[in-house]
Every structure is written in structure tokens, then in C-alpha cells.
């Protein structure tokens, strides 16, 4: 099955049609990828931060990094599992936006620089002082989510 | 209420309401801004009201936080006030009528008296209880109507461009 009909399936399923028909559905549901953004934008901040060496610098950047890791996982769990209702509303427009196969990959690159590189500068730093590579990590992981946000919100404008 | 009317109106019809409402790009980008800076500031309060309710970084005192994160919020705030007051400009007459708009403000004002209390009461004896892993209930209670509250603005902001 190509990705056009994976996303054709998901506009005709239950979950599109009661999306397409409801008067409020599409709004609540944003509602609600809204306040995951919100927590999800608070945990990677106070992490990266910390890398960065901004804030908590006493504090030991492992239970920061665990904690703020929990904090993700279910912020991104909400916006992911929001975000497949709010595609299904309109999945068509969706596959050929090019802000929507850009926010794609730049959460894929997001997720797998978080769990791999960005880890391992957690690790590194421990409760140290930051160094050079630590911060650029925690550069690069604010630009990666800032972009995920921006190419968002730009699905509803171009 | 009649001058608040008269005054929403004013803004409406000004040059500069009219330039940013008919714009392409502009409102759009101040949008944007406003969207992300209430990230900045509900994100790091969510973060300060978790601690307190003992939900993550037990281990980190909630002065010690706060310190930390009070003025990102606070920048945050600053950058979505002086956002949402640019959008509100280009759109004021419709806002006065607003479902949305009012319980967005009434539930501002709510969050802002909310955080006054709290920082005029039970934080004044932080050094108390700031290590303690679970805070006090009169800190967990306020921390509780932070999250509904910040999360309320959110929804009601959201709502604004469904009426």
C-alpha cells in the first residue's frame, strides 16, 4: 500500500468521518495539541538549559534529563496521538502540504537526535559544567523542536 | 463599557489595525510569536506547578526552580502580551464580542491573581518546605489552579477563532 492511500484510509476511517462532520471536533482536538505543546516545550527547555549551562547548574543533569524525559514522553504521546485526529480531518491536503512533510521529518530528526546524541550529552555533563559539545547538543535540540512548532503552524497558512 | 467599545472600535478602524488585519503575512507571524512565547510561559509554569504537586525533579528545591524558571515565564509573558495586544489591535471590534476573547481575559486576570496570592502567601515561607518532596497543600492547591487555569487561557485563546 503507497503512504497516499495509508493517508486516503485514515481520512475514510471512523475517526476522519467523525472528525469531517463534527461542528467542534477539530477545534477540541487542537485544544488539546496546543496544551502538549505547552509541556512538551517546558521539558525540553529546562533540559537544554540546563546544558547550556543557563540554569539548575548545581543540579545534576541526569534526574533533570529523567525527569524532563517522563515529562516528554507523555506531552508527545498526546500530540502525536492529537495530531493523527487532526490529519484525519484533513489528510488529502495534508500529504501534499510541504509544511506538513517538513514538520515530519524534522519531529523524526527531533526524536532521534533526542534519544541518541542528545542523551549522550546528558550523560556527559552529569553535574558538571558544561562543555562545548554538551551545548551545541542542546543548541541543536532547541532549533530541531523550534522548527517542528514553526513548520506546524505554517500547515494552516501555506 | 460603553468607552471600552468605543475604544475597540477606534483601534479597529485605525490605519495600523486595518494594515496588520489586511496584511498577508504579518498577522500570521505575530500569531506565531504569540503561540510560541504562551509555550515559553505556560511550559516553564507547568514545570514549577509539577514540582510542587511532587509529579517531577523531586530532588530540586522548589525555590531553587523558581529561581530558575520564573524568568522564562516571565519573558514569555512579556513577548505574548506585547503579541496579543498587535492582534487584538487588528481585530478589537470582533474581540469586544468575543466568547472566546472574554473568558481568555477573565481567566488571565484569574491566573494572575492566582500567582499573586500564592507569592504573597505560602512562598513567602518557601525555605520551610522547599525541600520537601511533596509541597504543602495550600502550594499544591494553587499549583493545581495554575495548571487549570494557564491550561484554560490556552483553550479559550484557541477558541477565539471558532466564534
Redesign the interface.
Known amino acids: 500500500m503507497s503512504l497516499y492511500s495509508w493517508f486516503m484510509a485514515l481520512a475514510r476511517s471512523p475517526l476522519g468521518h467523525a472528525m469531517q462532520t463534527s461542528r467542534?471536533g477539530f477545534?477540541v482536538v487542537?485544544?488539546v495539541h496546543?496544551?502538549g505543546?505547552?509541556?512538551?516545550?517546558?521539558?525540553v527547555?529546562?533540559v537544554d538549559?540546563r546544558l547550556l549551562g543557563v540554569?539548575?547548574k548545581?543540579?545534576?543533569a541526569i534526574?533533570?534529563g529523567r525527569?524532563?524525559s517522563?515529562?516528554l514522553m507523555g506531552s508527545l504521546t498526546v500530540m502525536v496521538l492529537s495530531g493523527i485526529a487532526l490529519l484525519s480531518e484533513e489528510s488529502g491536503k495534508c500529504y501534499y502540504s510541504p509544511a506538513f512533510r517538513w514538520k515530519m521529518a524534522l519531529l523524526a530528526a527531533a526524536v532521534v537526535f533526542y534519544f541518541t546524541l542528545h542523551r549522550q550529552a546528558l550523560l556527559r555533563v552529569q553535574s558538571g559544567k558544561p562543555t562545548f559539545w554538551p551545548r551545541i547538543a542542546a543548541v541543536v535540540s532547541l532549533l530541531l523542536w523550534?522548527s517542528v512548532?514553526?513548520a506546524g503552524?505554517a500547515i494552516g497558512?501555506l | 463599557m460603553l468607552f471600552l467599545q468605543h475604544f475597540c472600535e477606534m483601534l479597529y478602524q485605525s490605519s495600523f489595525g486595518t494594515m496588520l488585519r489586511e496584511s498577508n503575512y504579518a498577522f500570521s507571524v505575530i500569531e506565531s510569536v504569540h503561540v510560541l512565547s504562551i509555550t515559553l510561559l505556560v511550559g516553564t509554569i507547568a514545570v514549577l506547578d509539577l514540582r510542587m504537586l511532587g509529579l517531577i525533579l523531586r530532588p530540586i528545591s522548589v525555590s531553587s526552580l523558581a529561581r530558575s524558571v520564573l524568568p522564562l515565564s516571565w519573558s514569555g509573558f512579556a513577548v505574548s502580551v506585547a503579541s496579543g495586544f498587535l492582534l487584538f489591535w487588528a481585530e478589537a471590534a470582533k474581540m469586544y464580542v468575543n466568547p472566546g476573547f472574554r473568558t481568555k481575559m477573565v481567566l488571565l486576570v484569574l491566573a494572575g491573581f492566582n500567582a499573586l496570592v500564592f507569592h504573597t502567601t505560602i512562598y513567602r515561607r518557601a525555605q520551610e518546605w522547599e525541600r520537601q518532596h511533596i509541597s504543602p497543600l495550600r502550594a499544591r492547591v494553587t499549583a493545581l489552579a495554575s495548571l487549570a487555569l494557564w491550561g484554560g487561557v490556552i483553550i479559550a485563546g484557541r477558541a477565539i477563532a471558532y466564534f
Not at chain 1, 37 to 43: C, E, Q, T
Open positions: 467542534w477545534a487542537e485544544m496546543l496544551l505543546l505547552a509541556l512538551l516545550g517546558g521539558s527547555l529546562i538549559l540554569i539548575l548545581g543540579e545534576s534526574t533533570l525527569d524532563a517522563r515529562l523550534l512548532g514553526v503552524r497558512l
